[in-house]
Nanobody, 124 residues
Framework: QVQLVESGGGLVQPGESLKVSCAAS????????MGWFRQAPGKDRDFVAF????????YYADSVKGRFTISRDNAKSTVYLEMNSLKPEDTAVYYC?????????????????WGQGTQVTVSS
């Protein structure tokens, strides 16, 4: 059983940056592909970014490509999402998730473990 705990959310102004973290425990972190999703009020939970267990190529939703960067530190069992040039439409609860599938996973149903989420609000 893997437990995931997100942190680092908050209120920022448009154009600013924020880095959220997700600490894992209870499993072998390095074996899991890790994803970030976000959910705004009244909307579906959407894919944001993915990093495989093997530290290979990363993947991003088109809406965040070039602004967000996903990374992981297997020694610290932590995955990060660095968000730059934030926009009001990035406002959402951000969730990290873990999957033991072998490749890119974009759908929430492909993930076995989820964190509780951290709120990111972009507003002036």
């Amino acid at each position: 059983q893997v437990q995931l705990v997100e942190s680092g959310g908050g209120l920022v102004q448009p154009g600013e940056s924020l880095k959220v973290s997700c600490a894992a425990s209870g499993g072998t972190f390095s074996r899991y592909g890790m994803g970030w999703f976000r959910q705004a009020p009244g909307k579906d939970r959407d894919f944001v970014a993915f990093i495989p267990w093997s530290l290979g190529a990363t993947y991003y939703a088109d809406s965040v490509k070039g602004r967000f960067t996903i990374s992981r530190d297997n020694a610290k069992s932590t995955v990060y999402l660095e968000m730059n040039s934030l926009k009001p439409e990035d406002t959402a609860v951000y969730y990290c998730a873990a999957t033991n599938r072998g490749g890119l996973s974009r759908r929430p149903g492909e993930y076995e473990y989820w964190g509780q989420g951290t709120q990111v609000t972009v507003s002036s």
